[in-house]
């Protein structure tokens, strides 16, 4: 981990980005079930997962039920302060062991098919008239009927699980976005926003949504009046990352002396007042970062990292994706993260999970962040808090684009992606994708 004088690096705009090839992808990767197959066999099961936060498992017996794809798992906290996970399954005669709420509290785990009832270690606690099966005549095989547990760690607050038990360790997995993050952070932070979305579109849509900023100028015309659509983009391994300028706006506004309603949103969002501001649009993250060194050198924010931060992390967010499923807007003030996940039979669906945190003032983080689930289309100006306005009212924006998006692929009509420079970590994705898809597993 880097020492507290440690910086997280920027994006040098000069350095020329790899040539990683100019190929056409080709819709079918979108919608075809073969191909979710694949994925399943080829790629799920060999990463590390992004599961639950690790402040959602605070007592012993605390669970959460995280699914992905076609298989769910029980994260747990045992006896031994240990989060252990396991595939959520019944060993008698495969029901799902735990159905319903997405988190609670257990002393043990019991099937509600025929009461089969298991330890939070994992171990088998009870099988109803077990002199009757043949098979345990010489009395229960506890080792053979354990749950079957899956490797779990933790960084950042969260816990990552690989499913296959064979990744390296999880740090080496996640390369230097570990020490790039370190000063945010994160794992003091807590949820104030634990939310799940059925979206009509495969989990690579969402993604590739969320990986560019190409795309501001056709969704999100508003940003273009208070944020730099032209980012510095980076590949990181099998990850990457963009910065974008907030408080800045895109060519052809650039020069602006108007604050536009969308930029005064931001800024007070951010603490700025917009009615004593008479300076150039491009000036509003300057305000920004003068008034965190304010408050920094004041003291008034002791909860906020201002310290180790760059003025470029004051005021522009930092976009990191984990391959192959996590993305977040950094800021110092917390973390919006995006997590995609398949859906469990359909790949014309996914599962958008929006996490989004904070650093609170001692005493004043949310006791807990109750999980909301949401199967249908929804308004997020309604359903977030009016404080995150600014987010929502993005969001929307590209949640309501991407089933599109997902018709269009499947079209017989569309004959692959074409992708230009602002796209390289689409193209990064997907690559890596593919090379997953191509190396057969052991
Ligand atoms: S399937 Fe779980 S107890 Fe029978
Ligand atoms: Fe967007």
Redesign the pocket.
């Known amino acids: 981990m880097p020492n507290k004088d440690y910086r997280t690096p920027s994006i040098d705009r000069d350095t020329p980005q790899p040539d990683i090839g100019d190929k056409r992808f080709s819709g079918e990767r979108f919608h075809s079930t073969e191909f979710m197959q694949k994925e399943w066999s080829h790629l799920w099961r060999r990463v590390w997962n992004m599961g639950p936060r690790v402040e959602e498992l605070k007592a012993v017996g605390d669970y959460v039920i995280h699914t992905l794809g076609k298989e769910s798992f029980i994260f747990v906290l045992d006896e031994k302060q240990t989060i252990r996970a396991y595939f959520n399954v019944c060993q008698h005669r495969g029901n799902r062991l735990v159905c319903g709420e997405r988190n609670g509290k257990a002393r043990f785990f019991k099937c509600a098919f025929h009461a089969w009832s298991w330890n939070i270690d994992g171990s088998i606690k009870g099988v109803p008239d077990a002199d009757t099966f043949p098979q345990f005549k010489d009395g229960i095989p506890k080792e053979e009927l354990g749950l079957t547990e899956i490797r779990v760690d933790s960084w950042g607050g969260w816990l990552w699980f690989n499913i296959d038990g064979k990744a390296g360790p999880l740090l080496d997995f996640l390369g230097v976005l570990p020490d790039h993050i370190a000063p945010y952070r994160m794992q003091d932070m807590r949820a104030y926003v634990n939310a799940t979305f059925l979206w009509d579109c495969n989990w690579k849509i969402a993604v590739d ?2 990986n560019e900023s190409y ?2 100028r056709g ?2 015309p508003e940003m273009m009046t208070w944020s730099n659509c032209d980012a510095k983009l980076e590949l990181l391994g099998k990850h990457s990352r963009m910065i974008n300028e907030y408080g800045a706006p895109s060519r052809p506004h650039r020069e602006t002396m108007e604050i536009s309603e969308r930029m005064q949103a931001y800024m007070k969002y951010f603490g700025l007042d917009p009615a004593t501001y008479n300076g150039p649009a491009k000036g509003a993250r300057l305000e920004k970062q003068k008034l965190n060194r304010q408050q920094q050198a004041e003291g008034s924010v002791p909860h906020l990292p201002y310290n180790e931060m760059t003025d470029e992390q004051l005021s522009d967010v930092f976009h990191y994706f984990y391959f192959p499923s996590a993305a977040m807007n950094i800021f110092p003030e917390g973390i919006n993260t995006f997590r995609y996940r398949p859906h469990e039979t359909d790949p014309n669906k996914c599962y958008y999970d929006l996490i989004m945190m904070a650093h609170f003032p001692e005493g004043q983080a949310p006791e807990q962040c109750e999980h909301q689930y949401y199967d249908h289309k929804v308004q997020y100006v309604d359903m977030l808090d009016p404080a995150v306005e600014v987010a929502s009212f ?1 969001l929307q ?2 949640a309501d684009n991407v089933p599109e998006v997902q018709l269009g692929v499947q079209s017989e009509g569309f004959k692959g992606m074409y992708l230009g420079e602002q796209e390289i970590r689409v193209r990064h994705f997907h690559n890596l994708i593919d090379e997953y898809l191509a190396d057969t597993p052991e």
């Open positions: 949504a969320f795309h501001f969704i999100h993005i924006q590209d």
